[in-house]
Structure formats: C-alpha cells, structure tokens
C-alpha cells in the first residue's frame, strides 16, 4: 500500500466551527507532514511529525492544532477559522530522519479543499 | 535562505512534442529533489527523486536530470501526451534545515493540445 489517504474530500465551516482533518498512511512511514496550499501558489509546510512527536511548527497560529495519534495517523484540529485559511491542506509521509536521507521521498495524499465561511 | 525557480511558467506544446522543464535552486547543499505533478485541485504525485550523489533518473517517458554544483534540473517529457496536462512543482530538500523541508517552485503549467 503506498497510499496516503485523506478525509474530507470537502469541507465548509463557519468561522466559530470546531472541525478535523483526517491522515492515514499504511507504508511504515514514521514523518508525517502537513502543508497548505493556496490557489496556483506551491504548498507551504506547516508541521512535521517525527516518530509521532512534533519535529516541526513553522509558526503555526494556535487555530490549527495538529495531532498524532499512532504512526499511521494525523490530525488537524481547527478552531476559530478565519476565511483566508481557506485552502486545499495536504498530508504527507515519509521515511524518517534515520533512513538514508538522499531518499527521504515525501509521498502526498490528495487533500481536503477547506472553506471557511 | 533556499529558493527554487521554475521556467517557464506555463507552457503550451502539440501533442506528440518532446519537452524540457527547468528547475533552479540557488543553493547546492541539498539531500535530493523531487518532481511532483499536480492536476487542478489534487494532490501533489510524485515523479521522480534524484539524490544528490545522483546525474539522473528515468521512468518511462520522464527523465529529469540534476547539476548540483551549478543549481540546475530538469525534466524531460518524451512524446508528450493531452494526458500529460498538470502542473509540475519541483521541490529540493536542503540540509540546512533537516531532510523534513521541501523547498517547492512555483511550478510549471503544462499543456498538451490533442
């Protein structure tokens, strides 16, 4: 399986919603990752998971809350939303940073389209 | 500070052309690069990874190549495909930083007309 899956396909809350982004990956995988992207720009990374310990927070605002429950899975908490983080946020894995780091490949699901009302 | 740069922009070919897409990186200490394809509103796919010890790699019709020391890749589209249409990001990971940093182009926007 060399998949990583992602839930909602869609989403749309209001700005006062408490909502959560779902990451699944079954390849052994012990990085997990989460970047925004926004319309016809590249994505931007927000945090990095590392054996399921946060390696990563560039800089975050405290609405997005991250978690990592097992190796196989992330979450992105949110809460008090505002209209410009609406975006497409993807997940994504990779071997960790004890693998050969020339192959570190990072293998991305296919996002949640988030809209923030 | 890593950038990465990606011409041109867009690019419209025939179907059937072979073609280049360029990547620049303005500095050498990098573990790897990656080539990622995006469709409209999907996920990024990843095409190909070169080390940085690595000149080039193939899959199919795809070859991308990397010039470390003059901050240069490319990819080369063999007989290219209305299937091919996607944007093409090229990604590097910098060891200032950690392996876990992609440093992303903007990317490039393909399109084959039939």
């Known amino acids: 399986d060399t998949e990583v899956t992602q839930t909602p396909k869609h989403l749309v809350m209001g700005m006062t919603n408490k909502k959560s982004l779902k990451c699944e990956q079954h390849?052994?995988?012990?990085?997990m990752y989460w970047y925004k992207q926004k319309a016809k720009k590249p994505p931007e990374l927000m945090f990095v998971?590392?054996?399921?310990?946060?390696?990563i927070n560039e800089s975050v605002p405290s609405r997005f809350s991250p978690e990592c429950p097992n190796s196989s899975l992330l979450n992105l908490h949110l809460h008090a939303l505002q209209p410009e983080d609406s975006a497409l946020y993807l997940c994504?894995?990779?071997?960790?940073?004890?693998?050969?780091?020339?192959?570190?490949?990072?293998?991305f699901g296919p996002g949640t389209r988030l809209t923030v009302l | 500070k890593q950038e990465v740069t990606q011409i041109p922009a867009a690019l419209s070919v025939p179907e059937g052309e072979n073609l280049v897409l360029n990547c620049s990186f303005t500095?050498?200490?990098?573990?790897?690069l990656q080539w990622f394809r995006q469709d409209p509103g999907k996920g990024l796919t990843s095409l190909l990874l070169?080390?940085?010890?690595?000149r080039e790699q193939t899959s199919g019709r795809l070859n991308a190549s990397l010039d470390k020391s003059s901050g240069r890749s490319t990819l080369y589209i063999a007989a290219s495909q209305p299937g091919d249409s996607a944007t093409y990001l090229c990604?590097?990971?910098?060891?200032?930083?950690?392996?876990?940093?992609?440093?992303f182009g903007k990317g490039t926007k393909l399109t084959v007309n039939p």
């Open positions: 994504a894995s990779s071997q960790d940073k004890g693998w050969d780091l020339g192959v570190n490949e990072q293998f």
């Open positions: 390849m052994g995988h012990r990085a």
């Open positions: 998971y590392s054996y399921e310990k946060l390696s």
């Open positions: 500095d050498s200490a990098i573990y790897n």
């Open positions: 070169i080390q940085s010890s690595q």
């Open positions: 990604a590097v990971s910098p060891i200032q930083g950690g392996s876990e940093k992609l440093v």
